[in-house]
């Protein structure tokens, strides 16, 4: 069974405006998620924590236990956020990503 | 300097070949992964080793082998190639199991023919 999911595979928004990365995991203990960003021709790279409380270029992660989701947002979206967002949670020493959101921020 | 690098970028051969990519990490982790991105950009776990040895194997035909000859490598090879293998294998590495943050190499392009 899919432990993360991501409803949206692909997200367009127009520059300078808010998004929101939808993540929902199946874990029964203390998640550890997290949010992973692959931009054109780049490597994969680490973009928020959720036990961070930073804002990281403008995102900033939220986990809401109840219902099982973790969102990544930002008030005012731009050209260069256009990327692949990958959700993420490890347990123990397994590590499982969704299938990714496409963001396009269009100009 | 960089972390964590693969070769080849870019691999085309032929279905029932072998062949291998490499890791190198210099970050001094004690754990690497091996990744596999298929066409739908999905991200799957391969393996992860932690000092050389395997501590987690997914679901992944036996045509598939890691080999780490030592802590800052951890090399995939794979014998008789097939379609379904064309995908981008990542490779990547974190200071211990329980580290959450993972340093990804550029990725390997695999394309079977």
């Known amino acids: 069974a899919q432990r993360v999911t991501q409803p949206e595979k692909l997200l367009s928004v127009f520059k300078g405006a808010p998004v929101e990365l939808k993540c929902n995991y199946s874990?029964?203990?203390?998640?550890?998620l997290f949010w992973y960003v692959q931009y054109s021709r780049q490597r994969l790279q680490l973009l928020l924590r959720h036990i961070s409380r930073e804002s990281i270029k403008g995102f900033t992660a939220d986990l809401n236990k109840g219902e099982t989701s973790f969102q990544v947002k930002k008030k005012f979206a731009q050209e260069e956020d256009s990327a692949m967002y990958y959700c993420?949670?490890?347990?123990?020493?397994?590590?499982?990503f969704g299938t990714g959101t496409s963001l396009t921020v269009i100009p | 300097d960089t972390a964590v690098s693969q070769t080849p970028k870019y691999l085309v051969t032929q279905m029932g070949n072998d062949k291998s990519i490499k890791c190198e990490q210099n970050?001094?982790?004690?754990?690497m992964y091996w990744y596999k991105q298929d066409s739908k950009k999905f991200l799957k776990i391969m393996f992860s080793y932690n000092n050389k040895e395997l501590i987690i194997n997914e679901t992944v035909p036996n045509r598939f082998s890691p080999k780490s000859p030592d802590k800052a490598h951890l090399n995939l090879h794979i014998n008789s190639l097939e379609l379904g293998d064309s995908a981008v294998y990542f490779c990547a590495s974190s200071q211990g199991t329980d580290s959450y943050e993972q340093y990804f190499g550029p990725g390997t392009r695999l394309t079977v023919t």
């Open positions: 993420a949670l490890m347990t123990g020493n397994q590590f499982y």
């Open positions: 970050l001094g982790h004690d754990t």
């Open positions: 874990y029964s203990g203390s998640p550890e």
